[in-house]
């Protein structure tokens, strides 16, 4: 599986898995790398991306992304 999206001034690709459980495994992320304003939140995207999460999808449409220990780590909404 593949996604791809912004993540904040570049666009991203990953592979991803889901496990058992819900568990979010991505890996192979790559990146365009062009430089802006506040690319540390870029930085601490990609990083918590790369982490492994579980997946809560909420009833109004949102996927939560969850440490292993249960703590939200992105609140993520599609757009249309």
Not at 34 to 42: H, S, V
Request: charged share 20%; with cysteine.
């Amino acid at each position: 599986n593949r996604a791809n999206g912004m993540s904040g001034v570049n666009l991203f690709s990953c592979e991803f898995v889901i496990e058992n459980g819900g568990r979010l495994c991505v890996g192979n992320i790559a990146s365009t790398r062009m430089m802006g304003p506040n690319m540390e939140y870029e930085r601490a995207f990609l990083t918590a991306l790369s982490k492994s999460m579980i997946l809560d999808k909420k009833s109004n449409g949102e996927l939560w992304l969850l440490s292993s220990k249960g703590i939200p780590l992105m609140k993520l909404k599609q757009l249309n």
